[in-house]
């Protein structure tokens, strides 16, 4: 069972970035799907979640707006795209994945987690 995140980078404050989910081992076309981000010295904090059949979608505030999850259950693939991007959006970004099928903003639901992709927002 393996997630694995890609498409981080350093990019300029404005700029885009999408980050990829790919997922191997087990089907996860049934399970929520979330990201979730970690600054140095900070807690691990829910970014965005998409319920098993992408119907519904959630965000943090700090988001809303700039930040679209998707998913491609055929690719077994799920996206983060992430617009405006800001200096405070700097941290290392999780994928994780939930057998739960609605989709949840607590760490504590998701049972399947990625090694996680660096994204830095220079100002």
């Known amino acids: 069972v393996q997630l694995e995140e890609s498409g981080g980078g350093l990019v300029q404050d404005g700029d885009s970035l999408r980050l990829t989910c790919a997922a191997s081992?087990?089907?996860?076309?049934?399970?929520?799907m979330g990201w979730f981000r970690q600054a140095p010295g900070k807690e691990r904090e829910f970014v965005a979640a998409?319920?098993?059949?992408?119907?519904?979608?959630y965000y943090a505030d700090s988001v809303k707006g700039r930040f679209t999850i998707s998913r491609d259950n055929a690719k077994i693939t799920t996206y983060l795209q992430m617009n405006s991007l800001k200096p405070e959006d700097t941290a290392v970004y999780y994928c994780?994945?939930?057998?739960?099928?609605?989709?949840?903003?607590?760490?504590?639901?998701?049972?399947?987690w990625g090694q996680g992709t660096q994204v830095t927002v220079s100002s």
């Open positions: 994780a994945a939930s057998r739960l099928r609605l989709a949840s903003a607590a760490r504590g639901n998701y049972d399947y």
């Open positions: 998409i319920t098993w059949d992408a119907i519904n979608t």
């Open positions: 081992g087990r089907t996860f076309s049934d399970d929520a």
